[in-house]
């Protein structure tokens, strides 16, 4: 079966399993950026560094990366992914992982900066928030959706910081990944959404008409921290070094990647990409998110006054 072309960070993207969480390409004729293709995946890289249980990385930076009774997939040279899905496996799961670890390793190989961190637009840049799982980044995306924002990426934000100037967020999936409660908040029926794993009480959000699919420029990023005391809430500037720290603490699957010698180039995209960035910002929140509403307005606030 042949599948539409999508759209995919200004990548024309063909894939013989089907997209349905990506646009439709609708730019110009030139061959596809990336191809996604059904294949046997072999067991074992030559040369293969061990990057834990689950990712093997060669030394020309291809990677091998199979998850048990989803698939195994080949990322090479940031253009081409080979798929072999595991017998039984549906193809919702072995697209979660294509567009979570699998996406990151290919950012990786382009050159990019890929962030866990949710962005949305504000007037006429991105503003990223990432944190560790659990932390609201999501969530905090669909408030600022349910305002009338548009939402550039959730869980992984791809930045460009290959080209001179700001850098620039690469807008990637129109959807929200969202847990039940967090729908429930927002008044939505999980009836008719697709769950993002069986197991999970979490769905994807289609956000197409809240989805913004041009580049634009990073103007702030907010690290995000819960805390159970609102006395310990606060907002707090990070410079220098300790904004850094807290960039390279959130660059998507770092962990996974510093095993091996190739994230020496990833932490030096990431530290030019702080340095570059106007406003980091440490933002610690009630757990409950109680304070949703008065975040957002800060946030919109501190960026018309930039």
Not at 236 to 253: D, F, I, P, S, W
Request: charged residues 20%; neutral net charge.
């Amino acid at each position: 079966m042949v599948f539409t072309d999508r759209l995919l960070c200004g990548w024309r993207v063909r894939s013989d399993l089907p997209l349905p969480d990506l646009l439709s390409w609708n730019g110009d004729d030139r061959d596809p950026d990336l191809h996604i293709r059904f294949a046997n995946v072999p067991e074992t890289l030559a040369d293969a560094v061990p990057a834990g249980p689950l990712l093997q990385i060669a030394k020309d930076g291809t990677c091998r990366f199979a998850l048990p009774r989803v698939a195994a997939y080949l990322v090479r040279q940031g253009r081409e992914i080979l798929v072999q899905p595991a017998p039984g496996a549906t193809d919702t799961a072995v697209r979660t992982f294509l567009f979570g670890t699998v996406f990151g390793l290919l950012a990786h190989q382009r050159g990019l900066v890929p962030l866990h961190a949710s962005s949305v637009r504000i007037g006429d840049t991105a503003v990223a928030f990432t944190g560790r799982s659990g932390t609201g980044k999501s969530t905090l995306a669909a408030a600022f959706l349910h305002h009338g924002y548009e939402v550039l990426a959730d869980d992984v934000t791809v930045v460009d910081v290959t080209r001179p100037g700001c850098p620039m967020v690469l807008p990637a999936f129109p959807r929200l990944k969202l847990w039940q409660d967090a729908l429930a908040a927002l008044e939505i029926d999980t009836a008719r959404l697709e769950a993002v794993r069986p197991e999970l009480q979490k769905f994807a959000l289609p956000i197409e008409q809240g989805f913004h699919s041009a580049p634009l420029p990073l103007a702030a990023v907010y690290h995000l921290e819960t805390v159970l005391d609102p006395r310990h809430a606060a907002l707090e500037r990070l410079r220098g070094l300790k904004a850094v720290m807290a960039l390279q603490g959130h660059v998507y699957r770092m962990t996974m990647l510093s095993r091996i010698s190739a994230p020496i180039a990833v932490h030096v995209a990431a530290t030019q990409l702080a340095t570059r960035l106007g406003a980091h910002w440490r933002l610690a929140r009630c757990h409950d998110h109680g304070d949703t509403e008065a975040i957002i307005a800060g946030i919109v606030a501190r960026q018309a006054a930039s």
